[in-house]
């Protein structure tokens, strides 16, 4: 490894443990409240929905949930608007943290860990849409770890991005729906959500079951072994 990698290797990790620290100390999260989205976003239009976006990007691109923001969105902006905006800022923040991953991280990662590294490659390589599709599908996990890890591995960022995209959809739309607070009762907001959210992890797992061949992330067979899932 070369000097320069090895040194963006480190900055790349200690980033991390600054930017975790730094979210503990500071608290950066607690603002994001339905009071702040009454205060400085609600009613401002464009404006407001670019604010959101770019702040939630940011937001999920160091690893706070995406759940946050889409329920946030769907308070400020309502279902179909709130729904459009969440996705936009937490894809945004899958491309951020997949693009600083490989071009900060990746030499040292691999160097250290490339067993690791090796088994996601397996994973992903054989059709990294449709796989990134069934991760982001399965309702747990690491959403910044999942982009992390494909950042520092092989996967072409257009088919990732592009299936994290389109598999965020259902539990976005889950907290952007139970956030809207839209003309319908709370027991049958609340339960259409619950429901969706079911729905996309059976078919995560049925997608899993179907196409894994034997692939896993943990080193296990595939009978045996679990994914690593971009739920959170």
């Keep these: 490894m070369s000097a ?20 503990q100390a500071m608290q950066l999260d607690s603002f994001l409240d339905k009071a702040w989205i009454d205060t400085e976003i609600r009613g401002r239009g464009l404006t407001g929905e670019l604010i959101l976006f770019a702040i939630g990007g940011v937001f999920v691109a160091v690893g ?17 608007t709130g729904l459009t905006v969440a996705l936009a800022a937490t894809t945004l923040g899958c491309v951020i943290s997949f693009f600083y991953a490989r071009f900060m991280g990746r030499e040292v990662v691999a160097r250290k860990f490339p067993g690791k590294i090796r088994r996601i490659d397996d994973f992903l390589a054989d059709n990294p849409f449709s796989m990134t599709l069934l991760i982001r599908f399965l309702p747990a996990g690491s959403n910044l770890l999942t982009n992390l890890a494909a950042g520092v591995s092989r996967v072409g960022w257009l088919p990732f991005v592009a299936g994290s ?4 959809i259902p539990q ?17 907001r609340i339960g259409s959500s619950v429901v969706l ?16 061949h034997g692939k896993s992330l943990n080193g296990e067979s595939g009978e045996n072994g679990g994914a690593l899932a971009g739920g959170g």
């Design 4 to 23: 320069r990698g090895l040194l963006r290797g480190l900055v790349f990790l200690a980033s991390l443990v600054a930017i975790g620290f730094l979210i």
């Design 197 to 212: 959210f079911v729905l996309s992890g059976a078919l995560g797992i049925h997608l899993y079951r179907r196409y894994r």
């Design 172 to 188: 976005t739309a889950v907290f952007a729906l139970v956030g809207s607070g839209i003309g319908v009762d709370p027991f049958w």
């Design 165 to 168: 995209a389109i598999g965020y």
């Design 64 to 80: 706070l949930p995406r759940q946050v923001i889409s329920f946030l969105a769907g308070y400020g902006f309502g279902f179909t």
